[in-house]
């Protein structure tokens, strides 16, 4: 059954670094998406993408978040100066439509020390 | 309250007993999904209604949902101790959308051997 991946299953950076999450979405999905859950809270939405661009970004979603879909398979997430409050799980997801069921991954847990 | 708020935050039954969690919502949707999550890993979508759709089955999984109301409640029949995990709504909004999330807090469901 086709799945979502994401690498690193878990990262440890130093405050200040950059992290580049990846993701594999769904191969004939259209729609991709980050997500993060900080421990013990819901999960929250980040950024959808489509069509190659950003389509909605969230307020989270600051000028330290980029993200790419560098080419036909991967997207990846980019946090340029990390701060401690980034720690959390972050979660990738893909739609064959905009409207129907989203898949996600299981997740990279990223730890800002 | 937020979009997307679950009630009990945590439910503890046994084997074999039927499991409901509520959702109640505020904004106009255009469906809404329920996900499982195991501790600590990824979410794993269970079901999606839509607006226009009253009631849904899908094995032991049983959801409805009232937009007179906006709230929308799962149900889980003869449960198994592998059915132990949090469970979300999430709603997809009306409108012109690209799949963007909201989800709630969740229950945390206990389903005791």
């Known amino acids: 059954e086709p799945e979502v991946t994401q690498t690193p299953s878990h990262q440890v950076t130093q405050m200040g670094q950059e992290v580049i999450l990846r993701c594999v979405p769904i191969?004939?999905?259209?729609?991709f998406y980050w997500y993060r859950q900080i421990l013990g809270q819901k999960v929250e939405f980040l950024v959808s993408?489509?069509?190659?661009?950003?389509?909605?970004k969230s307020e989270i979603f600051d000028d330290q978040f980029s993200v790419e879909r560098p080419d036909g398979s991967n997207f990846t997430l980019k946090i340029r100066s990390t701060k401690l409050e980034d720690s959390a799980m972050y979660f990738c997801?893909?739609?064959?439509?905009?409207?129907?069921?989203?898949?996600f991954g299981q997740g990279t847990r990223l730890t800002v020390v | 309250s937020q979009q997307g708020e679950e009630d009990p935050q945590a439910l503890s039954i046994q084997e074999g007993e039927n499991a409901t969690m509520n959702c109640s919502y505020k904004?106009?949707?255009?469906?809404l999904q329920w996900y499982r999550q195991n501790s600590g890993r990824g979410l794993v979508h269970l079901i999606l209604?839509?607006?226009?759709?009253r009631e849904k089955h899908s094995g032991r999984l049983r959801v409805t949902l009232d937009t007179s109301k906006k709230s929308s409640s799962l149900l889980i029949t003869a449960s198994r101790a592998a059915d132990t995990a949090s469970y979300f709504c999430?709603?997809?909004?009306?409108?012109?959308?690209?799949?963007?999330?909201?989800f709630g807090q969740g229950t945390i469901l206990t389903v005791h051997p």
């Open positions: 191969s004939n999905h259209l729609y």
């Open positions: 997801a893909s739609a064959r439509q905009g409207v129907t069921e989203a898949f």
């Open positions: 209604i839509r607006s226009n759709e």
């Open positions: 993408f489509y069509n190659n661009e950003i389509s909605e």
């Open positions: 904004t106009s949707i255009n469906n």
């Open positions: 999430a709603t997809a909004p009306g409108g012109t959308s690209y799949g963007k999330l909201t």
